[in-house]
């Protein structure tokens, strides 16, 4: 007599697979609130930003130290790589 298996009995549930879904949700809820602050929308993760020259593109000169650690309007995060 041949009994059905347990659909939730799968080798790639368990533990590990249980922490990486938490990992990944952490990740993701991380991302949220790091967009929401801000807290990496920077001239350093800025295209506009020419890093060897310390100039913003757009300006056209050196932005203030404020602007360097908090961002501005025109942020763009679009990596071009």
């Known amino acids: 007599m041949n009994t059905p298996k347990d659909p939730h009995n799968r080798p790639d549930?368990?533990?590990e697979r249980d922490?990486?879904?938490?990992?990944?949700?952490?990740r993701q809820a991380m991302q949220q609130a790091f967009d929401t602050v801000?807290?990496?929308r920077n001239?350093?993760?800025c295209r506009h930003f020419i890093e060897?020259?310390?100039t913003c593109e757009l300006a056209g000169k050196r932005p203030p130290p404020r602007v360097i650690a908090y961002g501005c309007e025109a942020h763009s995060e679009e990596i071009p790589f």
């Open 43 to 45: 001239c350093i993760t």
């Open 52 to 54: 060897h020259m310390e």
């Open 38 to 40: 801000g807290l990496f």
């Open 13 to 15: 549930h368990g533990p």
């Open 19 to 26: 922490r990486q879904i938490m990992l990944h949700k952490t």
